[in-house]
């Protein structure tokens, strides 16, 4: 069973910009967004030549990837969803003159299928860091939430935290002055009270970590020594 990393925050918080330390030799990213990247030199590291790199936005398309980390001679240890989002607004896009209940049952269940996948029959060595936007809701008490967007309102009540036990919220501190010093960002470890964000018990000392997945990764394999 891989390990599932949930990662969620605005656009430009920070997901994308933590994979700058990870090593480019096992690690697989899917730009499903089909951006740039905003890392110097990262076409150097990332290519479809290379092999560690594809821009795919189905769901059937980010399992073929799987199945190719299934095989035995694969040094893929660490896999990049960027962003998962993509491939939910694509599926929407694709079937937009689409009238009915179907199409949103079959949008959840893909997701939920990718998820379930991910966890159950990937190899326990390989770390899948999914990437989200955030959605806001009001609880009862009137208290703002973060928590992961979703398209269509049967994925917000199979709740997809439920399906990691690692969800990592962005924050960023904003700098005073940025002609002095750059703004700094972090993943949280754990919910401030006003997300939906979680680890086990002992596996981060700190709420706060900056926002690198090198740093996730070393707490990942410490915990399960």
Not at 50 to 71: H, M, P, Q
Not at 158 to 179: G, Q
Request: charged share 30%; glycine share 6%; with cysteine.
């Amino acid at each position: 069973m891989a390990t599932l990393v949930q990662v969620v925050g605005q656009s430009g918080s920070g997901k994308t910009t933590a994979i700058r330390n990870l090593n480019p030799d096992t690690t697989f990213l899917i730009n499903s967004d089909e951006k740039d990247l905003p890392i110097r030199g990262w076409e150097t590291l990332y290519s479809k030549e290379k092999g560690n790199y594809a821009t795919v936005s189905k769901v059937k398309e980010v399992l073929d990837i799987f199945r190719d980390l299934l095989k035995k001679d694969c040094k893929i240890k660490t896999v990049i969803i960027d962003t998962v989002n993509r491939i939910m607004t694509n599926k929407v896009m694709e079937e937009r003159n689409i009238d009915g209940y179907k199409k949103w049952a079959d949008l959840s269940g893909n997701i939920y299928d990718l998820m379930t996948i991910i966890k159950r029959q990937l190899p326990p060595d390989i770390v899948v860091f999914a990437l989200f936007h955030e959605d806001i809701f009001f609880s009862e008490e009137g208290i703002r939430i973060r928590r992961i967007a979703t398209e269509g309102q049967q994925l917000k009540r199979i709740n997809l935290e439920s399906m990691s036990a690692i969800v990592l919220f962005t924050r960023i501190e904003p700098s005073s002055d940025r002609k002095v010093a750059p703004s700094k960002y972090f993943l949280q470890t754990q919910s401030d009270g006003f997300s939906t964000g979680k680890t086990p018990m002992g596996m981060f000392k700190d709420f706060e970590i900056p926002n690198d997945y090198n740093l996730v990764l070393t707490a990942i394999n410490e915990y399960n020594k």
